[in-house]
């Protein structure tokens, strides 16, 4: 079956745009979550949903943000964009969310944003 | 959420095996411990989980010790292409998946 799929693959904003990443799950999986990875932080946890609802929060500010769909597919937007917000998006798939024993996270490639 | 420390880094050859140790002393009874690999410019990926004892799949084993306040994976002959990033994770099935850590960098050479 098909994986988690990002779109786009690499992106590139100007300081104080914004912007919005795709996530497509693997068809059945209910939880999205979201995670930033930069070389000095290595990877944090932005937020997750599970039918439509936000079950979790990483520690960011409230320029991220995000929404999922009926369908599951999700989006994450960031505005104003800053140059610290140069990172490696990735988004993961899983059938349960977080407190159910459906464990395993599917990764998908991610989103390069670059900021300039 | 469990703290966890591991290496940062490792150093081994091909064919050798490669045991990474990871703490976690405030492990909750709940929790379960599961491991993650991570290629270059890839999103992680699942390699093992595992709440006691020992836990063996295709491409590795996780021992945990009774007390649970330490588990080590273990890769068995590694390859080149088990050159990457292994990150430990401590937590109640799918709360795991909150906090990454930095992972240990394991360089295979030949």
């Known amino acids: 079956k098909a994986g988690v799929t990002q779109t786009p693959r690499y992106l590139i904003k100007t300081r104080g745009q914004q912007v919005t990443l795709s996530c497509s799950p693997i068809?059945?999986?209910?939880?999205v979550s979201w995670y930033q990875q930069t070389p000095g932080q290595g990877l944090q946890f932005l937020f997750e949903y599970f039918s439509e609802t936000q079950r979790n929060k990483g520690n960011f500010p409230g320029r991220f943000s995000g929404r999922q769909f009926s369908n599951s597919r999700s989006e994450m937007n960031v505005s104003t964009l800053e140059l610290g917000d140069s990172a490696l998006y990735l988004c993961a798939s899983s059938l349960g969310s977080t407190g159910t024993t459906n464990t395993e996270a599917f990764f998908g490639q991610g989103t390069r944003l670059t900021v300039v | 959420l469990a703290k966890t420390t591991q290496p940062i880094s490792m150093d081994s050859y091909e064919g050798q095996e490669v045991n990474i140790t990871c703490s976690h002393n405030n492990i909750a009874t709940n929790d379960y411990i599961t491991w993650y690999q991570q290629f270059p410019s890839q999103g992680p990926r699942f390699i093992i989980q595992g709440y006691k004892t020992k836990v063996t799949n295709e491409v590795a084993s996780l021992f945990i010790p009774a007390d649970r306040k330490s588990s080590t994976l273990s890769l068995p002959r590694v390859s080149l292409s088990d050159t990457a990033v292994y990150y430990c994770l401590v937590g109640f099935p799918n709360d795991y998946k909150l906090s990454f850590g930095a992972g240990t960098t394991v360089t295979v050479r030949a």
């Open positions: 068809s059945g999986h209910r939880s």
